[in-house]
């Protein structure tokens, strides 16, 4: 259970690292996501059964993404629709790509090669965590690189302050197109290696996305916290492999494979109310302490200043 777990956890890494870079980095809710990720598959798919190799197939389902993301980053900064309708008209919009690319709403893979078969003969598990290190290894260190260049910079610095950004001769509209290129063309990364890994492509896979890849986000904070890029990317790996393993508990629990849906909703509403009910609890111990020292300071004022029987005083 705990290496299946690991192994899909790996695979949906990628999904987590881009819900990471829109909705941290840049500050954005992108609901592009539930669009890209079944777009990133059913390219995929397709063009496997069209005989492309598997790892063709990967990158143009990469790059796939990244044109979905190019048309949300387009919509919100050309078009200066918000973000978040942006992102459900180039979601909307996908769903009938995806069907126009797949001709039917599932497309299986039967004896086309997928990235587990270019490994040794070991088991699928097995075979699944040593794709998913190779992917996410190639992934975490591509993007701290990138991070540490002047693009990756800007990308930063617009997402913390947009104004300044600008005020400083950063062109902001650009960046936020490239964060939603890279974080959708992850996203649809995500999504070929686990159709691949599924052995089908479905048009409702993507549903539930942008739940999956926020818990992941959140649960990766709780867990592992730092303000260095590098150990930010690693939480994003470590919160998708926890979330896949608490969601294996669950279905080990006895909970049907249907509520795998309203599962994940639940855990998303534990990760962010578990930090808001730490952040209450240590501000009212801090107001507690505070308020014991003023008291102390008080009595301690008070004794100092209490009137005494002086050398003068007729008594």
């Not at 459900?88 to 039967?110: R, W």
């Not at 617009?158 to 300044?164: A, F, P, S, V």
């Not at 260095?228 to 896949?244: D, K, P, W």
């Not at 952040?279 to 102390?296: D, G």
């Amino acid at each position: 259970m705990i290496i299946s777990s690991l192994g899909q956890g790996l695979l949906w890494a990628p999904l987590a690292i881009g819900v990471f870079i829109t909705f941290r980095i840049l500050d954005i809710p992108d609901l592009t996501t539930e669009g890209s990720f079944p777009f990133g598959a059913a390219v995929a798919v397709s063009l496997m059964i069209k005989g492309q190799t598997a790892i063709t197939a990967s990158l143009v389902g990469f790059l796939a993404g990244c044109i979905a993301g190019l048309i949300t980053g387009l919509l919100d900064t050309k078009l200066r629709i918000p973000s978040l309708l942006a992102g459900i008209l180039t979601m909307t919009g996908l769903y009938s790509i995806n069907m126009h690319i797949m001709g039917k709403s599932n497309v299986p893979l039967l004896n086309e090669k997928v990235l587990t078969e270019y490994l040794p003969s070991w088991n699928l598990d097995i075979q699944t965590i040593a794709l998913g290190l190779i992917v996410i290894g190639l992934v975490v260190i591509l993007l701290y690189l990138m991070f540490k260049t002047r693009l990756g910079l800007s990308l930063m610095a617009t997402g913390n302050n947009k104004e300044m950004s600008s005020a400083n001769g950063i062109n902001t509209d650009r960046m936020i197109i490239f964060g939603y290129m890279i974080s959708n063309g992850l996203i649809a990364l995500s999504g070929a290696l686990i159709a691949q890994s599924n052995g089908y492509a479905d048009i409702g896979m993507g549903i539930g996305t942008i739940v999956i890849g926020l818990a992941s986000v959140l649960v990766g904070e709780i867990f592992l916290r730092g303000h260095n890029i590098l150990t930010r990317l690693v939480a994003m790996v470590v919160g998708a492999i926890v979330y896949r393993l608490l969601l294996t508990v669950a279905m080990s629990l006895g909970f049907p494979a249907d509520d795998l849906k309203i599962l994940s909703a639940v855990i998303l509403v534990i990760v962010i109310c578990v930090p808001i009910i730490q952040n209450r609890i240590q501000t009212k111990r801090q107001l507690k302490k505070y308020l014991q020292q003023m008291e102390a300071k008080d009595d301690e004022s008070s004794t100092s200043t209490a009137p005494t029987k002086g050398i003068l005083s007729r008594d």
